[in-house]
């Protein structure tokens, strides 16, 4: 994965680069600029790439006429000088980002910059298969697209619960969903009619995080997300999410909690995600479901049973990040989803038990918070994965729509 937190750095001309090469770099670093951190007065851009006044126009004027980015007029004009004009990302430019879950689908059309122009979420009578993930896409895509008509779909980010090989988004194995070696990146090319990117959906949710939610500015994070899929994971250091040979690095869930514990769906015993989650939960409880909001309301009922249980769960958590942070040094420990409901019980509790388990010089400046994007985060990550070839070079977006 390309480094997708930190805007390239802007070239200068004639230092061994082509003039063509420096141009279509920095106008990647521009639109990548647009893209994160929204509309900027052109002079911001200026003291930001440290690139020449006439240079920056040059490049806006180019991103604006492949119809990437418009300008608008300063607010509060009237005053001394000439106001810089504020440059804005082009939301109309968009993608199709498709999440396949054990109990939906939901596709949304997300534009350059994050603005989410609609979701549909459909509801399936079972575990989708991936043909019928492929096809219930495909019709809310067409929905999508009807509704949103001035927008232009120039790509597809698929993130869904499972191990998936980069870069060609081949499904190795979804055990919740029970999918084994699917070509889902390609299928749903085929399906949309644009090129699709497949990810595993902690990897999406913690790109979104990073560009637009609590991980902003962070460059080494670990993100822990938990839902009914169990415990998903991603790591990035040094702003470049840690892939590793296959691109199944960031497995968090799969590392070992206690040698004493349940099988998991991987073969193993003790995963960190058979001992933290809903499911020990709901047990404690003696039931067998709960919808998010009802979960959260239990979470904080303060019931001697559940609070042992959420004791318990914390701890386990606590030891886990511990290890998580001699591995990787992150300066941010994001939680998200269920283990998100779960630390905002006792955040205290877990700091407290994150610091007694840890080699203290490494963990000490470690902020540990919960994610902040709730029900768009992985439909963000997912359509910003799909943005990455257009940001990387702007000038690949052929000018027809
Ligand atoms: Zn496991």
């Known amino acids: ?33 647009l893209a994160q951190d929204g509309a900027q007065p052109r002079a911001q851009l200026t003291r930001r790439t440290g690139l020449n006044r006439s240079t ?7 991103l604006a006429e492949r119809d990437l980015v418009f300008e ?9 000088g000439r106001p810089s004009p504020v440059v804005n990302p ?9 999440h396949p879950d054990l109990d939906a689908v939901v596709v949304g059309l997300v534009g350059l910059g ?31 697209r009807r509704r949103h008509a001035g927008v232009r779909v120039v790509g597809a980010g698929i993130a869904l619960p499972g191990l998936v090989r980069s870069p060609d988004g081949l499904v190795t194995f979804a055990p919740h969903l029970g999918w084994h070696d699917e070509p889902l990146a390609d299928r749903m090319a085929e399906a949309l009619g644009v090129p699709a990117v497949a990810t595993n959906d902690a990897k999406a949710a913690a790109v979104a995080e990073l560009i637009h939610g609590a991980g902003k500015g962070a460059r080494n994070l670990v993100y822990l997300n938990g839902s009914r899929s169990g415990i998903g994971g991603a790591v990035f250091t040094g702003g470049r999410a840690l892939g590793g040979a296959a691109g199944y690095g960031g497995e968090l869930g799969h590392t070992l909690a206690d040698p004493a514990g349940g099988p998991c769906h991987c073969g193993n015993r ?11 939960l709901l047990a404690a409880l003696g039931r067998s479901a709960a919808d998010p909001d009802e979960l959260d309301a239990l979470l904080a009922s ?15 958590l606590a030891r886990s990040i511990a290890s998580f942070i001699a591995a990787f040094d992150p300066e941010l420990v994001l939680l998200g989803g269920f283990l998100g409901s779960l630390f905002d019980v006792d955040p205290e509790r877990l700091r407290l038990r994150v610091r007694e388990a840890s080699f203290a010089a490494i963990s000490e400046g470690v902020r540990i918070e919960r994610a902040e994007l709730r029900e768009n985060l992985v439909i963000v990550g997912a359509a910003e994965l799909a943005f990455a070839p257009l940001l990387a070079d702007p000038v690949s977006l052929s000018a027809s729509a």
């Open 1 to 33: 994965m390309r480094n997708l937190t930190d805007p390239p750095r802007p070239l200068a001309a004639g230092l061994g680069n082509s003039n063509d090469q420096t141009r279509r770099h920095n106008l990647s670093t521009i639109l990548t600029l």
């Open 56 to 62: 920056i126009a040059a490049l806006v004027s180019e």
């Open 72 to 80: 608008t007029a300063a607010p509060g004009g009237g005053t001394v």
């Open 90 to 98: 082009n939301g109309r430019i968009a993608c199709l980002a498709v």
């Open 114 to 144: 994050g603005l989410v122009h609609g979701r549909i979420r459909r509801e399936t009578a079972g575990v989708p298969t991936a043909e019928q993930a492929v096809a219930l896409a495909a019709g809310m895509a067409t929905e999508l």
């Open 270 to 280: 003790g995963c960190l995600e058979t001992e933290v989650g809903v499911e020990p």
């Open 302 to 316: 303060g019931a001697p049973d559940v609070r042992v249980e959420l004791e318990r769960q914390l701890d386990v």
